[in-house]
């Protein structure tokens, strides 16, 4: 491989992933593959990582980064040169296994510096040592990356390998692709039962089916231009928020950060759609039916410039339409239900005496999450 620079790219494409621990998974795979890549030397002081995050996909963008490390110096001591020759001036088996274990398992033993005098003579390793290859280090990273990432819960699935036999293989979800390209350089590396190509999947309604991506630092730009995904988490949690801050309108949106993650990380290409639900139910105390819009619905409830909560809420779709009638209606449909349990159990408090517990609308509202 040429030891020219270029930026590497590393997706990793799989079921949707835990949404509640997507931003932890994003974070910790980009760290990763980048701390590893920068331990080998293969970095410049100029690389940084860009990393991406979507509920189907782990993605990290490397720039500047050598197909292969410069060489360098290594000068180790080995051992006591009463210990590494035997009598007769021969290697003993502790030198040969000290070689081994340090990959100079075939260096020529003539070569060995020795240095001290007397009982304080040792023998020392003195080489100019290879650097990294690129594509090996790449297969290291992934590898560790994916062993330590904060995963609560494996699942165990299996693959078909080329020869046709089942491998059994354990993550987060099932992974079905792997991207790595060094520029627009395939690297041959593979985790999971899975070796790496130049394609992914587009959103899985807006724009389905396979997409190449034919150069690593065109990454974002070709998800976003041909395969309807936002890959970067914090891109796309910005323009969430951007975008409930306009349809709000005069109104306040209720959008706590775990909220705002957690939707996040439930859509790749969001929209923003406006629903409304009875006014009747504003009889009920509104913090009980903002609990149970965020907490249940993953809605963003609105209140007015007093702070009272409106009958109108958004939410965040995964779908983009010029008919949003649909999805308006089957969500506002679905909250009707949620919201009249709330007004049933608040009624329910009513007919208790003061000082009897918790009221029961808090305990339904604490056992449904």
């Not at 020529?108 to 650097?131: C, F, H, M, P, Q």
């Not at 034919?214 to 974002?220: G, I, L």
């Not at 070709?222 to 936002?230: E, H, P, R």
Request: one cysteine or more; charged letters at 20%.
């Amino acid at each position: 491989m040429s030891p020219q620079s270029a930026d590497l790219l590393i997706e990793l494409f799989t079921e949707e992933l835990p949404p509640k621990s997507l931003r932890r998974l994003g974070d910790a795979f980009s760290d990763g593959i980048f701390n590893t890549l920068k331990a080998a030397g293969l970095l410049s002081a100029d690389s940084k990582a860009i990393g991406y995050a979507t509920p189907r996909r782990l993605a990290v963008h490397v720039t500047d980064v050598m197909g292969q490390a410069p060489d360098y110096p290594v000068r180790e001591k080995l051992l006591p040169t009463s210990i590494a020759f035997d009598a007769e001036g021969k290697a003993t088996a502790p030198l040969l296994k000290k070689l081994g274990a340090l990959g100079y398992a075939d260096l020529d033993i003539s070569t060995l510096e020795k240095s001290g005098e007397g009982k304080n003579e040792a023998l020392y390793l003195n080489v100019i040592a290879r650097g990294a290859a690129l594509e090996k280090t790449a297969q290291v990273a992934l590898e560790s990356t994916l062993s330590k990432l904060p995963i609560a819960k494996m699942m165990h699935y299996q693959v078909l390998q080329k020869n046709g036999q089942l491998a059994d293989v354990e993550f987060a979800r099932p992974a079905h692709k792997i991207i790595a390209l060094h520029g627009t350089t395939p690297l041959a590396i593979s985790a999971l039962g899975i070796h790496a190509g130049n394609q992914t999947d587009g959103h899985r309604f807006l724009a389905p089916g396979v997409i190449s991506i034919t150069s690593a630092d065109q990454y974002e730009t070709t998800l976003q231009s041909q395969a309807k995904v936002m890959p970067s988490f914090n891109k796309r949690r910005e323009h969430i928020e951007a975008a409930l801050l306009k349809a709000a309108g005069d109104d306040s949106v209720l959008m706590p950060d775990s909220l705002l993650d957690e939707v996040t990380a439930l859509v790749e290409w969001p929209a923003i759609y406006e629903c409304h639900f009875d006014q009747e139910f504003l009889e009920v105390p509104q913090e009980c039916l903002i609990l149970t819009m965020q907490t249940n619905q993953k809605y963003f409830a609105l209140t007015d410039q007093q702070g009272k909560l409106r009958n109108r809420f958004l939410i965040v779709s995964n779908i983009e339409t010029n008919k949003p009638e649909a999805i308006i209606s089957g969500n506002e449909r679905v909250v009707r239900p949620r919201l009249s349990d709330a007004r049933f159990f608040f009624q329910q408090d009513q007919k208790r005496p003061l000082g009897l517990a918790l009221p029961i609308w808090v305990r339904w509202s604490i056992t449904t999450n």
